[in-house]
């Protein structure tokens, strides 16, 4: 008696109409993401207020980045720096932000310019004013000296 192998039970041919349809979905959903994307536009309130920043940076002796940086990270209502600037997280990192440079042990605070805290107050002016007091409530008790050589 000889037995014969026997033949299996799909082709294949069922597992590409799957692929076909979870292709086709895909794609539908690439471009229903495509039309709905809504990303930040730059108009004309926004570029105003980059203007204004641009300047206020520039009065009070700081470098101010380019036009269309500043536009496009904080649009017209300050971005991600007027979310919460004053919360206990942004708190905690700037203050881990101004020590020493060291990465542990020898790792700490040490006083720094003032001008570190005008660049986000300037921000808070132009795009979110009502949320400077709160930032100046949190950060007023720092001790700061004229560090940086010009």
Known sequence: MSATA?????????HR?????????VIVLA????????????DEASQQKAQQLTVALTAAGLNAPHQDILTRSLGNDGGAVCDN???????????????NGADFVGRRPVIVDS?????????LQV????????????????????????
């Open 6 to 14: 026997p033949e299996p039970a799909d082709s294949g041919d069922s």
């Open 17 to 25: 109409t799957l692929y076909f349809i979870v292709g086709a979905v």
């Open 31 to 42: 471009i229903i993401g495509l039309i709905t994307y809504s990303g930040k536009k730059i």
């Open 85 to 99: 600037p004053a919360n206990a997280l942004g708190r905690a990192t700037l203050l881990d932000q101004m020590t």
């Open 115 to 123: 001008r570190v805290l005008v660049g986000e107050a300037l921000i």
């Open 127 to 150: 795009y979110c004013p009502e949320e400077l007091e709160e930032f100046k409530d949190k950060f007023d008790d720092l001790k700061t000296d004229d560090v940086i050589k010009d």
